[in-house]
């Protein structure tokens, strides 16, 4: 047999377990009372004795009724009889306010298990009407700081982060596809212009081909962004040991071709011994992203800086350019995925595609720089000067620690390459 939804409800479970509570209490106490009552009276049905009827005379003589006869009983007998019919009596009002009682507790339970219960269907109701679109409502419930006051403050910070983490995936999904268009548009254009037609002179369709291929490899690079934000963001992870020296060295080995074109000169320094736990292919990217950047922002002919080394139990990794250098009011947002700056100085949130015009485009590479240190306890910080330079600094936990060496709370702030000059 199915229960109807109303005493399926928890509602409806709370107010008999109330009730039963409640009863089972009152029968406890009743019950005792009832039997330390019985053993402190010692209640007997009443002992009749029959005795004939009699009258006296005038002469005061007792003189019997004939065939008449009276129940007579000892003065004992009477006070136990009067004591059972007392517990009796007991009994029976016992049982009839038991029931009584039993239907009020009913209603008071139903009654107070809906007041108990009333935040649980406006978190409920909230509930229901949330969608993934909007994720803007909140429970907001008032009230004594109780149970029910922290689940709902719970699910509101829940609901939150939710709403944050969704318009950070709506973002990067809007950007993404604005950053590929374009590329995608100037092969579309190139290919429909040029390379589809064949009587295109040579040399139009040998400029043609290298457009299509600088764009191929924009695209490229942003999707292999993509990728790295969402494999750091999976726990698939295993850390190790790393040896953040051989990480900038071998990231400084693959750049100095490219920073030899552009006649830049590639200085290491690169302490042994600082080591760092986690993942060396992260942080080889964090390293690329940063190395590329200052191979396209530095200015001709100017002085790179790799280093690498520990200060206050912090590993760190350090890259110095001789570039446009990055605005005050830019520096805490050049992290932020696709952010764009002013039209006159943009923050190097990737490299430009023209290192002689020091534009800056938007992508994801210092995003990645930023989502990897702090993924790994740490945290990644700049310092830059307008028309001189910028230094990105990676701090991480060192876990080649002495028994002398402490870790501070917090990394440095200074540069730990010092000033420039």
Do not use: C
């Not at 190139?190 to 040998?206: E, G, I, M, S």
């Not at 690329?288 to 100017?302: C, F, I, T, Y």
């Not at 520096?331 to 700056?341: G, K, L």
């Amino acid at each position: 047999m199915k229960l109807p939804l109303w005493a399926q409800t928890i509602r409806f479970r709370l107010t008999l377990t109330y009730s039963a509570v409640l009863i089972a209490l009152s029968a406890l106490l009743l019950g005792g009372v009832y039997v330390a009552l019985s053993q402190i009276l010692e209640p007997k049905p009443l002992d009749q004795i029959p005795v004939k009827k009699y009258y006296k005379d005038a002469h005061g003589n007792i003189q019997l009724k004939q065939g008449e006869v009276i129940q007579a009983a000892e003065l004992s007998s009477v006070q136990s009889a009067v004591n059972y019919q007392t517990l009796q009596t007991l009994r029976d009002y016992s049982a009839a306010g038991m029931g009584a009682l039993f239907l009020v507790s009913l209603g008071t339970g139903w009654w107070l298990s809906g007041r108990v219960l009333r935040p649980v269907r406006r978190i409920t109701a909230t509930a229901q009407e949330i969608s993934a679109t909007d994720l803007s409502r909140r429970i907001a419930l008032e009230g004594p700081h109780d149970e029910l006051r922290n689940l709902a403050d719970t699910v509101d910070g829940m609901l939150g982060r939710l709403e944050t983490a969704f318009l950070t995936q709506r973002q990067l999904v809007d950007d993404a596809s604005h950053e590929l268009r374009n590329p995608l548009a100037v092969i579309q254009a190139n290919v429909d212009a040029v390379l589809a037609h064949d009587d295109t002179p040579p040399d139009d369709r040998a400029q043609a081909t290298a457009i299509v291929g600088r764009a191929i490899q924009r695209m490229t690079r942003l999707v292999e962004d993509l990728l790295a934000s969402a494999r750091r963001s999976s726990p698939a992870f295993v850390d190790a040991d790393v040896d953040l020296a051989t990480i900038a060295g071998e990231a400084a080995e693959e750049y100095e071709l490219l920073a030899a074109d552009r006649e830049l000169h590639v200085v290491r320094r690169l302490s042994p011994g600082p080591t760092a736990a986690g993942d060396a292919s992260a942080l080889r990217r964090a390293v690329d992203n940063l190395l590329s950047n200052a191979v396209r922002l530095a200015r001709g002919g100017s002085e790179l800086v790799l280093a690498v080394g520990s200060r206050n139990g912090w590993a760190w990794i350090a890259i110095r350019d001789e570039g446009p250098g990055i605005a005050p009011d830019d520096a805490d947002r050049v992290f932020d995925r696709f952010y764009r700056a002013g039209q006159q100085q943009p923050p190097a949130t990737v490299p430009p595609t023209d290192p002689s015009t020091g534009q800056r485009r938007a992508g994801l590479g210092l995003a990645i720089v930023r989502q990897i240190a702090e993924s790994h306890g740490g945290t990644v910080t700049l310092h830059s000067e307008l028309g001189i330079g910028t230094t990105f600094v990676i701090w991480l936990p060192e876990r080649s620690l002495t028994n002398t060496t402490r870790r501070t709370p917090t990394p440095p702030t200074e540069d730990p390459l010092g000033p420039r000059g």
